[in-house]
């Protein structure tokens, strides 16, 4: 059966794309809506270029928070496209609470640091400037706080050689690309539970 997934996005959208490009090519049974915050997001351009459709929050106010009229209107995408899973792509805004707690699993994110360390968004430069060798990305459930939701993937990536910060983004962001992609494939192919803070796939 054809699951039905929303990506979330503010900007770029390379994660976006890569997981577009990706299901099509490897013709995974998902269909994609894409929804942005941001008008001129230039991710929406490439979601429209594939064909993909696409929705805009409107009115958005500055910030990380989603005014009650734009967290309705996502509980109105999610319920009438039917979706599965909302994979957040970048996406700067914070999802509030009731939204989590009325869509069980449905919200995930990807942060480009191995959390729990390197929480926020200058995960990279904070990783980079902290001298660490290996960061990496997380594909986690989204829950109430910033990053912190239960961990369903990890990626490390070795920044010792990066001369600068731009360079370990890089690298990073290679890894998301690949990572995301895995995620997405684990929880449409396989059942799982959610033990405390740990999710366990097999059941
Ligand atoms: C990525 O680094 C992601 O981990 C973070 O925001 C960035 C979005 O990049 N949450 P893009 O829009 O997917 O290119």
């Given at each position: 059966m054809v699951k039905k997934i929303a990506i979330f996005i503010s900007g770029r959208g390379s994660n976006m794309e890569s997981l577009l490009k990706k299901s099509l090519s490897d013709n995974l049974p998902v269909q994609f809506i894409v929804v942005s915050d941001n008008p001129k997001a230039n991710g929406l351009k490439i979601a429209e270029n594939i064909g993909v459709k696409t929705i805009v929050l409107e009115n958005c106010s500055d910030g990380w928070k989603l005014t009650d009229e734009n967290s309705e209107k996502i509980e109105q995408i999610i319920k009438e496209h039917n979706i599965s899973l909302v994979l957040l792509a970048g996406f700067m805004r914070i999802i509030p609470k009731q939204l989590i707690e009325k869509f069980p699993s449905t919200f995930v994110n990807i942060h480009p640091?191995?959390?729990?360390?390197?929480?926020?968004?200058?995960a990279q430069r904070d990783a980079f400037e902290y001298g660490v060798k290996i960061s990496g990305c997380t594909v986690h459930f989204v829950d109430s706080?910033?990053?912190?939701?239960?961990?369903i993937m990890q990626k490390g990536v070795d920044?010792?050689?990066?001369?600068n910060i731009e360079e370990a983004k890089n690298e990073i962001l290679k890894a998301e690309h690949e990572l995301y992609y895995e995620a997405l494939k684990l929880l449409l192919s396989s059942k799982y539970t959610i033990i405390g803070r740990r999710v366990i796939f097999g059941f």
């Amino acid at each position: 059966m054809v699951k039905k997934i929303a990506i979330f996005i503010s900007g770029r959208g390379s994660n976006m794309e890569s997981l577009l490009k990706k299901s099509l090519s490897d013709n995974l049974p998902v269909q994609f809506i894409v929804v942005s915050d941001n008008p001129k997001a230039n991710g929406l351009k490439i979601a429209e270029n594939i064909g993909v459709k696409t929705i805009v929050l409107e009115n958005c106010s500055d910030g990380w928070k989603l005014t009650d009229e734009n967290s309705e209107k996502i509980e109105q995408i999610i319920k009438e496209h039917n979706i599965s899973l909302v994979l957040l792509a970048g996406f700067m805004r914070i999802i509030p609470k009731q939204l989590i707690e009325k869509f069980p699993s449905t919200f995930v994110n990807i942060h480009p640091s191995l959390l729990p360390s390197f929480k926020g968004k200058n995960a990279q430069r904070d990783a980079f400037e902290y001298g660490v060798k290996i960061s990496g990305c997380t594909v986690h459930f989204v829950d109430s706080g910033v990053d912190t939701g239960p961990i369903i993937m990890q990626k490390g990536v070795d920044i010792s050689s990066c001369i600068n910060i731009e360079e370990a983004k890089n690298e990073i962001l290679k890894a998301e690309h690949e990572l995301y992609y895995e995620a997405l494939k684990l929880l449409l192919s396989s059942k799982y539970t959610i033990i405390g803070r740990r999710v366990i796939f097999g059941f």
